[in-house]
């Protein structure tokens, strides 16, 4: 039989696999039958419910976690980590102070919600020619993007 997928391949990694149909899962769980590398699977709450309803996959799932938002700490660490060229989160600074505290409240920790926000702030650096990011910047990104309510 005919290999579809590289030997080359140690992990695989679905993201939002709650989009997935039955058969696309039951593909997964093939190709993870066949080739020996690790699976994780992301997605939306719901997704291990329906993986249960699907036995000949879910009996080959070693954990299953419900990832939390990340903390105003943790918040700080990953913009440290993913963003300290634009913001520097530890930053004594009034104005980066006030702009971290801004990406914090408008995405409450989810990491997801940060990556989109710093990108459509990126975006407004850029076409603004401006070098800090501000409040202000930060809630233009967000009035941007489709996302839920600010609090």
């Known amino acids: 039989m005919t290999r579809r997928f590289s030997h080359l391949i140690e992990l695989l990694i679905v993201d939002e696999a709650n989009r997935l149909k039955d058969a696309g899962l039951e593909q997964i769980r093939d190709m993870y039958d066949r080739g020996r590398f690790g699976l994780i699977l992301l997605g939306m709450p719901g997704l291990k419910k329906r993986l249960a309803r699907a036995p000949q996959l879910y009996s080959r799932i070693g954990f299953a976690h419900q990832m939390d938002s990340l903390s105003e700490e943790e918040t700080h660490f990953f913009l440290d980590q993913r963003w300290s060229h634009r913001v520097s989160a530890h930053s004594e600074d009034f104005t980066d102070q006030e702009a971290v505290a801004t990406i914090f409240r408008i995405t409450r920790g989810n990491m997801r919600l ?21 409040k202000e910047v930060v809630e233009t990104a967000r009035e941007n993007l489709i996302i839920g309510l600010s609090y």
């Open 114 to 134: 940060i990556e989109r926000l710093m990108m459509q702030v990126e975006h407004i650096l850029v076409a603004n020619q401006l070098a800090v990011v501000t």
